[in-house]
């Protein structure tokens, strides 16, 4: 079988660097073996001299890069390039795809995610975020899109900062890490970074302790996840259905900063979980507030299982559990991270915290 092309999601808000980056990656040798999908040539400031060849909608790099404007619906772009790369018109390895300078990113995800078809072989492989450090804080006080943008990244690129202080650039970064303290962060040189840093961002095959363990790191209608147990349906602890971990929906004022209504909480239990207490926790979580989590990572040790598995969930999305079975043995500690928006204080510290409870022990009566 065939794997997955795997697919990074490049945005970032207006204004941040992000075209200016692309356009260096496009020229890049690094790139030779990638498609770009992008909005509008337009945008792009592509040299002649670099161009082998090109058509009303795609365009072929000297660096061997290949770029292709989304046309109508981003499935069908990416559908197009495939049936292309089948017939053997073009060649490629991987895709990034810029979204505009205001896009959530969750609705593509989504397409990657839940497209049966494009889901065979395409495979999200992360969300890369810029953030201009010069205009970034006024930036995120103005525009909640540019805080969600930071809060789904996996990774994020800072950008301009040669126009700002080392003070000034510190105080940004340690804003970007209160929104979202897991996602790992990197400096573009003038516009331009590897592109290495673009690919392998996400855990979505085997790994080693290390990356695993770096990937869920945290300072201070479709449906969820498939169950593990087969018992999500079930209420084992007797725990009331109306209000708590299990309300069908709570409301609370927004506070008046953007920062604020992002919220993050993570977890690490010692011993492996409950599968009928995890199942529960993650039905809840779901029906409770799956549009307002906006990004939710872990490594998770159940019971009954010899390998631990990773979880990745952007809203009420989750990308199929990816089993570890190289994690050492000795190592049963379950790390989870969540970030939600607008959700009631304490919220994700009291979900978190049920993950901690065991379900009660049946006596079977002869």
Known sequence: MTAPIPVTLLTGFLGSGKTTLLNALLKDPGMDRA?????????????????????????????????????????????????????????????????????????????????????YDFALDGVLVTADAATGARTLDQNFEAVQQIAMADRIVLTKTDLVTEGQLAAFEKRIEAINPG?????????????????????????????????????????????????????????????????????????????????SQSIEIDTPISPIVFDLWLESLMNSAAADILRLKGVVHVEGMKHPFALHGVQHIFH???????????????????????????????????????????????
């Open 35 to 119: 498609a770009a999908v992008i909005n509008e040539f337009g945008e792009i400031g592509l040299d002649h001299d670099l161009i082998e060849s090109s058509t009303e909608t795609m365009v072929l790099m000297g660096s061997g890069c290949l770029c292709c404007t989304v046309r109508g619906d981003l499935a069908d772009t990416l559908n197009d390039l495939r049936t292309r790369r089948e017939a053997g018109e073009i060649d490629f390895d991987r895709v990034v795809i810029e979204t505009t300078g205001i896009a959530d990113p969750g609705p593509i995800v989504q397409t990657l995610v839940m497209d049966g078809d494009l889901s």
């Open 183 to 263: 996602a790992t962060r990197t400096k573009a040189d003038h516009g331009r970074i590897d592109p290495k840093i673009l690919f392998g961002v996400s855990l979505h095959q085997e790994s080693t302790k290390k990356q695993a363990l770096d990937w869920v790191a945290m300072a201070p209608k479709k449906p969820a996840l498939p169950p593990l147990s087969g018992l999500k349906n079930t209420n084992p602890l007797g725990l009331p259905q109306s209000h708590g971990l299990f309300a069908s929906g709570t409301a609370s004022p927004r506070p008046t900063s953007h920062d604020g209504r992002v919220s």
């Open 320 to 366: 199929p559990p990816v089993p570890l079975s190289h994690w050492p043995e000795d190592d049963k500690v379950t790390r989870i991270v969540v970030i939600g928006r607008d959700l009631p204080p304490g919220y994700l510290a009291e979900s978190l915290a049920f993950l901690r409870s065991q379900p009660p022990v049946t006596e079977h009566k002869l």
